[in-house]
């Protein structure tokens, strides 16, 4: 049985990484799958591999948005799901101390601002029908302080909070448009790539990172992906306002205390 069929989903950030494996859950799941990116040859590239429709997104772009909405107008699944560490382009100061201001900005900017254009556009696509599912990626550093990377950790801890002001302010509408937010740690995807580097001390640092999760690895985008399904289906109409720990079991004990 499929879950989600022929719902339209429309995913951010969906060329690679958690973005694109829940476009491939989605799918699978029977949906009709939307894959946006800022990376246009790999986000039609990927979506040529799914079968699916991709459209060209820049998440900070106001006029992408009403791009979208012009061409999408209706949507049932919004997943704001883009996002940035601020080191993509090498290892600056991301410490509260030392962090440039324009570097602050720019995480924010992408993280904080895509994701709220994502949320209005969102209920824009689905006030008519008076139904959907909006989920945004936050983070497991949306719940806790980082040192190392202060504006990643403010703007997800930012985006926790703005989901549920989107899910009362939709539920005060008397529309049944839902918003959760999915919270993962430690997801093997390229966003890591900066952090682990090449050669041989690779290993040792994915096992460093990973030393203080319970499960003592990292996750999967399929992993994030089946949680992304059930709060998108019909089986989560209860649920909304709420947010979903997918990590290992960082956050059930003193590891939570972040190295
Ligand atoms: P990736 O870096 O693998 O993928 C992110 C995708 O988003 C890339 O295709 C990237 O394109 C795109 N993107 C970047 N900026 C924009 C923009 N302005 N507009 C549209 N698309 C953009 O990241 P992940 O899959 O790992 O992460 C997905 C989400 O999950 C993020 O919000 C991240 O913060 C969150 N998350 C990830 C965790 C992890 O461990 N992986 C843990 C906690 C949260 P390009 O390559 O061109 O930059």
């Known amino acids: 049985m499929q879950r989600m069929n022929n719902k339209l989903c429309v995913i951010t ?3 690679r990484g958690i ?3 829940i476009a491939a ?3 699978a799941e029977g949906a009709i799958v939307i894959v946006t990116d800022i990376d246009t040859a790999n ?3 990927t979506a040529a591999e799914l079968g699916c429709r991709f459209e060209p997104l820049d998440v900070r772009e106001e006029a992408d948005w009403s791009r979208l909405a012009a061409v999408v107008p209706v949507a049932d699944v919004v997943v704001n799901n883009a996002g940035v560490t601020g080191f993509e382009a090498g290892m600056v100061p991301h410490d509260p101390e030392h962090a440039s201001l324009a570097d602050w900005r720019e995480v924010h900017r992408v993280n904080l601002e895509g994701t709220f254009l994502g949320c209005r556009y969102a ?3 689905m006030k008519r029908a008076g139904t959907g599912s909006i989920i945004n990626i936050s983070s497991r550093s949306g719940l806790v302080g980082i040192p190392g990377a202060a504006a990643y950790a403010s703007s997800k801890a930012a985006i926790r909070n703005h989901t549920k002001t989107v899910a009362l302010y939709c539920a005060q509408q008397g529309w049944r448009i839902r918003c959760n937010s999915i919270h993962p740690a430690a ?8 952090m682990l580097g090449s050669g041989p001390d690779r290993d040792a640092r994915m096992q460093a990172l990973t030393a203080d999760t319970p499960l003592k690895r990292f996750g999967m985008p399929e992993e994030v992906a089946a949680i992304a399904v059930t709060l998108a289906s019909d089986e989560a109409t209860y649920v909304t306002g709420s947010e979903v720990n997918i990590d290992g079991g960082l956050l059930a004990g003193s590891a939570a205390s972040p190295g």
């Open 13 to 15: 950030g969906a060329a």
């Open 19 to 21: 973005g694109r494996a």
């Open 25 to 27: 859950r989605f799918q």
């Open 43 to 45: 986000g039609a590239a």
């Open 123 to 125: 209920m824009g696509a």
């Open 187 to 194: 997801i093997l995807t390229p966003i890591w790539e900066p």
